[in-house]
């Protein structure tokens, strides 16, 4: 349990500073990235040498989907093994980055439009731990993850999102992780190593957009943008995260992209930071 010195501890390096940290939503693809040495994973180690170090990073990740908004508050969360089919090398990975229970209780305070439960059983899944392990490698940030709850839609967490700003201010990392193209059924394996269908390309050139001008509506309602946009997301987890980077956009930040490449054929790794 946390004591009151360590909490009066946390809090005091918790105090805002004087820049405000970038947001990143990024496009985690097959768990394998977590292990190898690819030009996604050398992204991520690089982007972690361009952004100021974090005091901590909150991670929204398309595999912790709950009834409900959780938050992982335990103080060494495990390291979940969420997949199958995959070689020994993967699941032998572990990364022990610690938690942060103070930090978990006053994140769930800033959430005042729904009651945030503190959990401690999760701990951080392949959305989260095969990117950090790159960009930190030493585990030596705390790492939390924030649960997305499934009976909400975008627009429900692109709100929520905004409520998480003052995190911001006090050195905490907060990145979205899934895929804005995420249609493993439509997969082609003969263009795993880079390439994507037509509609691939259109509906990622459109998010992308709609995203460098901040015309964020459309994006929350995804449906409207036509066939390409239901092909894309035939099922919300992986765009949901991209909610919460958006939500956390200042009017006045500007938007980059990273990682933007498709593969599969209906897969896209096309990444975004916002904020200097």
Same mark, same amino acid.
């Given at each position: 349990?946390?004591?009151?010195?360590?909490?009066?501890?946390?809090?005091?390096?918790?105090?805002?500073?004087?820049?405000?940290?970038?947001?990143?939503?990024?496009?985690?693809?097959?768990?394998?990235?977590?292990?190898?040495?690819?030009?996604?994973?050398?992204?991520?180690?690089?982007?972690?040498?361009?952004?100021?170090?974090?005091?901590?990073?909150?991670?929204?990740?398309?595999? %912790?989907?709950?009834?409900?908004?959780?938050?992982?508050?335990?103080?060494?969360?495990?390291?979940?093994?969420?997949?199958?089919?995959?070689?020994?090398?993967?699941?032998?990975?572990?990364?022990?980055?610690?938690? $942060?229970?103070?930090?978990?209780?006053?994140?769930?305070?800033?959430?005042?439009?729904?009651?945030?439960?503190?959990?401690?059983?999760?701990?951080?899944?392949?959305?989260?731990?095969?990117?950090?392990?790159?960009?930190?490698?030493?585990?030596?940030? =705390?790492?939390?993850?924030?649960?997305?709850?499934?009976?909400?839609?975008?627009?429900?967490?692109?709100?929520?999102?905004?409520?998480?700003?003052?995190?911001?201010?006090?050195?905490?990392?907060?990145?979205?992780?899934? $895929?804005?193209?995420?249609?493993?059924?439509?997969?082609?394996?003969?263009?795993?190593?880079?390439?994507?269908?037509? %509609?691939?390309?259109?509906? $990622?050139?459109?998010?992308?957009?709609?995203?460098?001008?901040?015309?964020?509506?459309?994006?929350?309602?995804?449906?409207?943008?036509?066939?390409?946009?239901?092909?894309?997301?035939?099922?919300?987890?992986?765009?949901? =995260?991209?909610?919460?980077?958006?939500?956390?956009?200042?009017?006045?930040?500007?938007?980059?992209?990273?990682?933007?490449?498709?593969?599969?054929?209906?897969?896209?790794?096309?990444?975004?930071?916002?904020?200097?």
């Amino acid at each position: 349990m946390t004591t009151l010195s360590a909490f009066r501890k946390f809090t005091e390096e918790l105090t805002p500073q004087d820049y405000t940290m970038p947001v990143l939503f990024i496009g985690h693809g097959s768990p394998m990235n977590g292990i190898e040495d690819n030009e996604f994973s050398q992204r991520w180690k690089k982007m972690a040498q361009e952004i100021p170090i974090p005091k901590a990073v909150l991670v929204v990740s398309a595999h %912790w989907f709950t009834k409900g908004t959780k938050i992982t508050a335990m103080d060494f969360p495990q390291t979940i093994h969420d997949f199958g089919g995959f070689p020994r090398e993967l699941f032998a990975v572990q990364y022990p980055s610690p938690g $942060n229970a103070t930090l978990a209780k006053e994140t769930a305070a800033l959430i005042t439009t729904t009651q945030v439960e503190l959990d401690h059983d999760w701990g951080l899944d392949h959305g989260t731990w095969t990117i950090i392990r790159h960009m930190y490698p030493e585990a030596n940030v =705390p790492v939390l993850q924030l649960s997305i709850d499934y009976t909400k839609g975008p627009q429900y967490h692109y709100d929520l999102a905004k409520e998480l700003t003052a995190l911001r201010k006090k050195g905490v990392l907060i990145v979205g992780s899934g $895929n804005m193209v995420h249609n493993l059924r439509m997969m082609d394996w003969s263009m795993i190593n880079g390439g994507g269908y037509d %509609w691939t390309q259109t509906i $990622n050139e459109k998010f992308k957009d709609l995203i460098t001008i901040r015309d964020h509506q459309p994006l929350i309602n995804y449906q409207t943008l036509g066939k390409e946009a239901l092909l894309a997301i035939p099922t919300v987890e992986h765009y949901l =995260p991209l909610m919460y980077t958006l939500g956390l956009q200042d009017k006045d930040e500007e938007t980059s992209f990273f990682n933007d490449k498709m593969v599969g054929g209906s897969l896209t790794m096309t990444s975004v930071r916002i904020g200097a």
